[in-house]
């Protein structure tokens, strides 16, 4: 079974920025989407960004222009980018292997002046 282990997160200021990575266990890493989804307090989980396995990326509204999702498939390793803080992007962010089920830990992401 493929296993994803989160880095990064932690605290942040507004207009900072913050990185995230995620490594899976397997090379077969390469052949899945990837997404990236946080979890605010008392809110659901939302999905933020999303890279498919041949690069291309979207982004949800509230993060466009600002998050940037990138994979290195040579390190099974998918990286979140992030620019200019909002106290609203705090929360509990996680990776997904899409389409498995498979989910890394969150991290925490608290943005604050």
């Known amino acids: 079974q493929v296993q994803l282990v989160v880095s990064g997160g932690g605290l942040g200021q507004p207009g900072g920025s913050l990185r995230h990575s995620c490594a899976a266990s397997?090379?077969?890493?390469?052949?899945?989407?990837m997404g990236w989804y946080r979890q605010a307090p008392g809110k659901q989980r939302e999905l933020v960004a999303r890279?498919?396995?041949?690069?291309?990326?979207n982004y949800a509204d509230s993060v466009k222009g600002r998050f940037t999702i990138s994979r290195d498939n040579a390190k099974n390793t998918v990286y979140l980018q992030m620019n200019s803080l909002k106290l609203e992007d705090t929360g509990v962010y996680y990776c997904?292997?899409?389409?498995?089920?498979?989910w890394g830990q969150g991290t925490q992401v608290t943005v604050s002046s």
């Open positions: 397997r090379s077969i890493f390469a052949f899945y989407h």
């Open positions: 997904n292997l899409e389409s498995t089920g498979i």
């Open positions: 890279i498919t396995s041949g690069g291309s990326t």
